[in-house]
């Protein structure tokens, strides 16, 4: 359990215990449970980390902030976006009087149901910590996306801007000759958080101390280059990020001398069962890398959910993924031009996994890279922003039972009127949905997934660049959104008072 669902639980605790009116309600004898389920209600705060984009000078990256509208949210609210200090500026978190009358943010959140974009260019931009409080709080999603013209790196990187958690599992980060991969850390609260950094290669743990310990001064970010924390060259490395107290944001930039790059977000929590939803269809290569945290193997069979139905890649039916050790297994040309979603479960015992694939597009010199996390599932509603016309692709996944869904087209950032539409997805398939657009569409809009009936839906959006020569594009996972919360009923018994 996380510590942050530890929280959840002490928090309600106290509150019961301070108002002295909130009791459970006891069986009437009858069998029948007379509780009154929970109740589902908008969140009044979200807090979201954004990753200094780039060292490049060439860089130019695109912020776009949109929260949807929500039933019983509050009228009002507010969001911002505020800039981290560096630790090597000794993490004052300060600004003297003029720069703060002079300096902006780089984008202004406005109200729910309205995108708004801003711009930055060069190595110089800095971590952004996000807070939005009221009716711009429920499924607030900020999208960071750079285009890098040429070096390390080039192309497009994607990256949702992330809640702060106290645990993070990136399986996919590599230190082999020609990668450069960076683990970021950004710390949003008032107090020093504390990190351990360990890394998992194809023989277990590596051997390092410069990644225990990390403090992360208040209202700071700073990045460490992984082959700084291990003189071990790895293909293929699992970095787990564990809090030991506070919180962080959490993103791996990796990027590589011939394919690339892109951010590899934290993939979806240990479990026997994953999805790793939307690998586009052109995709020319495909490599799995897996890892499991506990001291126990596991058997995992690997299916495509396909636009068909699930099928078994040829030579690729299983994979053993050994104790405490990071596993890569090539899958070539998997999707065959075709839309899928990686399907993994146990072929016997259940034993926790974590799992992320690498994905290239293009060919020779005209090749780009990025990744694809296992995920949780849309859930009620995910939103995933800056879209842009004739470069977004929206894949939607029922592995299990079939599902209905509807997606909404927001208004662009610059004008449009939204649009929505509704899609049946087949049980064990995936769909690259021809997602709705903006009538009138002027500059980028958000994407809002919302479950309608039926079984658990996956989704992934494929964002490609504008650079025809070479195969850029990032891939964002569309999880929940978190933008409700259960809150228990509790009757009232004055009884409490009396005792």
């Keep these: 359990m996380k510590r942050t669902t530890l929280s959840l639980i002490a928090c309600a605790t106290a509150l019961a215990a301070v108002t002295g009116f909130a009791a459970v309600s006891a069986p009437d004898g009858s069998g029948t449970d007379t509780a009154a389920p929970a109740a589902r209600l908008p969140v009044e705060r979200t807090s979201l980390l954004c990753p200094a984009p780039s060292t490049s000078d060439l860089a130019e990256t695109a912020y ?38 002079t300096e902006k943010p780089v984008v202004q959140p406005k109200a729910p149901g309205t995108p708004v974009a801003g711009k930055t260019s060069g190595a110089d931009a800095p971590a952004l910590i996000g807070t939005a409080e009221g009716g711009t709080a429920p499924g607030w999603t900020v999208q960071q996306t750079t285009e890098v013209a040429a070096g390390t790196g080039r192309g497009l990187q994607g990256v949702n801007c992330t809640a702060p958690d106290t645990e993070f599992w990136f399986p996919g980060a590599g230190t082999a000759t020609g990668r450069t991969d960076y683990v970021h850390l950004t710390n949003p609260d008032d107090s020093a958080a504390v990190v351990d950094i360990e890394l998992y290669g194809k023989d277990g743990a590596l051997k390092s101390t410069v990644g225990e310990g990390v403090t992360v001064p208040p209202h700071t970010s700073e990045s460490l280059l992984l082959s700084t924390l291990s003189e071990v060259k790895e293909t293929d490395l699992t970095v787990h990020v564990g809090v030991r107290s506070g919180r962080v944001g959490a993103a791996v930039q990796a990027l590589d001398d011939k394919t690339g790059g892109d951010w590899l977000t934290a993939a979806a929590d240990p479990a026997s069962e994953l999805v790793l939803p939307g690998i586009p269809k052109d995709a020319t290569a ?9 001291g126990t193997d596991a058997d995992l069979k690997v299916r495509l959910a396909s636009p068909s139905g699930l099928i078994t890649p040829a030579g690729h039916e299983t994979v053993h993924v050994k104790a405490g050790m990071t596993t890569g297994v090539d899958l070539g040309e998997v999707t065959r031009g075709e839309a899928g979603s990686l399907v993994l479960t146990p072929t016997d015992r259940a034993v926790p996994v974590v799992a992320a694939v690498r994905v290239v597009r293009g060919k020779g010199d005209e090749q780009e890279s990025a990744f694809v996390p296992a995920s949780d599932p849309v859930g009620a509603r995910a939103t995933v922003a800056d879209n842009r016309a004739k470069s977004t692709t929206l894949a939607l996944s029922a592995t299990g039972e079939a599902a209905q869904v509807k997606v ?37 809009y958000a994407l809002t997934v919302e479950t309608v009936s039926g079984g658990p839906v996956h989704a992934s959006r494929t964002l490609t660049g504008s650079d025809d020569d070479v195969a850029a594009f990032t891939v964002q996972t569309l999880p929940d959104d978190r933008g409700m919360v259960s809150v228990p009923n509790a009757d009232e018994d004055l009884s409490v008072l009396q005792k």
Excluded at 73 to 86: F, H, R, V, Y
Excluded at 286 to 294: A, Q
Aim: glycine share 14%.
């Design 64 to 101: 776009t902030s949109f929260t949807p509208v929500t039933k019983g949210a509050d009228e009002k609210g507010d969001a911002e976006l505020a800039t981290a200090e560096t630790a090597e500026d000794g993490g004052k978190g300060e600004k003297d009087d003029k720069d703060e009358k």
């Design 286 to 294: 495909v490599r799995l890398v897996l890892f499991t945290p506990g």
């Design 408 to 444: 909404t087209a927001s208004a662009g950032t610059e004008g449009g009127t939204p649009a929505t539409k509704t899609y049946t997805i087949k049980a064990g398939t995936t769909q690259n949905v021809d997602a709705p657009v903006p009538a009138g569409l002027k500059g980028s």
